[in-house]
C-alpha cells in the first residue's frame, strides 16, 4: 500500500498484519479525496480510528498542515507512528506541517479533548472550546453500533471538535443503519462502493451558504 497522490506520492504504508485494521481501498480513497480535495489546503485533519494512518497521511500528502491520527490499538498506533518518523524525514516534508498519533480510543480522546478545553478555560477565567478541524474522518469497526455513531457525531459537536466550517466523513458497512447528524448538520452525500458506505457530514448552515452561492453564480 503507498500514498497514491500529491507531494508524497508512491511513499510506502504498512499496515498490520491480519484483520484488525481495514485499510480504505484505492478506488474509494481517490473518490473520496476528489470530493475533500478543495477542503485540504492547510487544513486540520483528524482520523479517528486511524488503522494504519493511510487516510491522514494522504491528506498530508495533499496540502493538509496537521494531522492528528487517533487509534486505539497499541501495534497499530505503534506502527503509524513510525510511518510518521519516516514522512517527517522525507524531503517532501514542510515547514509548518505537524502530525502526531494519539493512542486512545476515538470516544476518550473526544472526552479527553473537551476536559483540557474546560482546564484551559478555567484558567483564563472564561470559557472556551477545542479549536475545531477542518476536516475529520471517522472509520470505525464494522461491529462499532450506529448508536454510537451518532453519540460519537454529536459529542465532537458539542465540545468544538467539529465546527461550523468542518467536513465530517464517515465510512461504515453498508449494511448499516443511516447515521443521524447532529443537530444542526446534515447528511449533505452519501455514497456506496459494494460492501462500504460513505458519508458527508456538514453544518446545515455551511450547507445553506454553499447553495445560495450556487444560485447567486447560476444567475
Known sequence: MRVIAGKCRSLPLKTVPGRQTRPTTDRIKETLF????????????LDLFAGSGAIGIEALSRGARE????????PAAALIAKTLTALQR????????????????AEKYVASSAARSASNADAAGGS??????????????YAFATED????????????????NTTIVLERSARSDEP??????VLAEHRDYGETAVWYIESALETSEASETSGATDE
Open 149 to 164: 455513531c451518532n453519540q460519537l457525531l454529536s459529542d465532537m459537536v458539542a465540545h468544538g471538535i467539529a465546527g461550523g
Open 90 to 105: 522525507n524531503r517532501s516534508w514542510e515547514r509548518g506541517m505537524t502530525a502526531r498519533v494519539i493512542r486512545a480510543r
Open 128 to 141: 472556551a472550546k477545542s479549536a475545531a478541524f477542518d476536516v475529520i474522518f471517522i472509520d470505525p469497526p
Open 180 to 185: 443521524v447528524p447532529p443537530e444542526g448538520w
Open 67 to 74: 494531522l492528528v491520527a487517533v487509534e486505539s490499538s497499541a
Open 34 to 45: 476528489n470530493m475533500l480535495q478543495p477542503y485540504l489546503p492547510d487544513a486540520r485533519f
